[in-house]
């Protein structure tokens, strides 16, 4: 079973980013506004310190030192219920489509206000980001999402837990099909229309733990509570949405 003390861990796929991009800062203040009391006026030093940034914004604007992106924020609280943010450039080498990529991540603590929160912490980063795809896992599911990837001389190729195979996300022909799925699903439109989400006719049950987004994708979630891979209700709920979109992961017939 997942354990109590590991983190949620959150991530979006959104256009490339550029200097001076509008959408780091909205990200940050994004973030700020859907969880409860944060402040995201902190970084972390290289060698692991606090630093106070008492002009975050504009610090944020600058961008990273290697590139544009977010530079590394969080919250000034303990370790182990720290908030953290940050954002930068995925090469088009390893992207769908060979196109580079706004890779954006965030780390909430496992406790009750992070999982209240997740979901609309994942809308919030996803519309801010005109973000494609994203997701929000227990940091422990990390491991087996890794072990469905095959990777070239995989054979055969036995992912854990009988979940299925998955292309590597840069032989997906497209960046708005997500690379597999998770507790938590940010679906742009765009991402939406790829997979076939909704269908009434097939997607009751998904669509009675759905939001639509301001942007008009959608936030969905499997499971009420956070996905536990040694939970079989839970495992049986994500086979089962394997199953529902093939289109996920590369694994649609062409």
Request: with cysteine; glycine share 12%.
């Given at each position: 079973?997942?354990?109590?003390?590991?983190?949620?861990?959150?991530?979006?796929?959104?256009?490339?980013?550029?200097?001076?991009?509008?959408?780091?800062?909205?990200?940050?203040?994004?973030?700020?506004?859907?969880?409860?009391?944060?402040?995201?006026?902190?970084?972390?030093?290289?060698?692991?310190?606090?630093?106070?940034?008492?002009?975050?914004?504009?610090?944020?604007?600058?961008?990273?030192?290697?590139?544009?992106?977010?530079?590394?924020?969080?919250?000034?609280?303990?370790?182990?219920?720290?908030?953290?943010?940050?954002?930068?450039?995925?090469?088009?080498?390893?992207?769908?489509?060979?196109l580079g990529l706004f890779e954006v991540h965030a780390e909430m603590p496992w406790n009750a206000t992070g999982i209240a929160a997740a979901a609309a912490v994942l809308e919030a980063i996803g519309d801010c980001a005109s973000a494609f795809w994203g997701h929000v896992n227990p940091e422990g599911i990390a491991v087996a999402v890794a072990e469905q990837f095959r990777h070239p001389g995989d054979d055969p190729h036995l992912p854990p837990k009988g979940l299925p195979s998955l292309k590597l996300p840069w032989e997906l022909p497209a960046p708005e099909l997500p690379h597999y799925l998770a507790w938590l699903n940010y679906w742009s439109a765009a991402a939406a229309r790829a997979i076939?989400?909704?269908?009434?006719?097939?997607?009751?049950?998904?669509?009675?733990?759905?939001?639509?987004?301001?942007?008009g994708g959608w936030v969905v979630r499997l499971t009420d509570a956070p996905l536990d891979l040694d939970d079989p209700a839970h495992l049986d709920t994500l086979k089962r949405a394997y199953e529902r979109f093939p289109e996920i992961g590369g694994r649609a017939a062409p």
């Open positions: 079973m997942t354990a109590p003390s590991e983190s949620l861990n959150l991530i979006a796929y959104a256009p490339a980013p550029t200097r001076n991009d509008s959408r780091s800062l909205a990200i940050v203040h994004g973030l700020e506004r859907t969880f409860p009391g944060l402040r995201l006026e902190w970084t972390i030093s290289d060698a692991g310190q606090l630093v106070p940034l008492p002009r975050r914004d504009e610090w944020v604007a600058k961008g990273r030192r290697d590139g544009p992106g977010i530079p590394l924020v969080c919250d000034g609280g303990n370790a182990s219920s720290r908030v953290t943010l940050s954002g930068w450039e995925r090469p088009a080498g390893s992207s769908p489509g060979s076939g989400f909704p269908d009434p006719a097939r997607d009751g049950d998904l669509l009675t733990r759905a939001r639509r987004t301001a942007s």
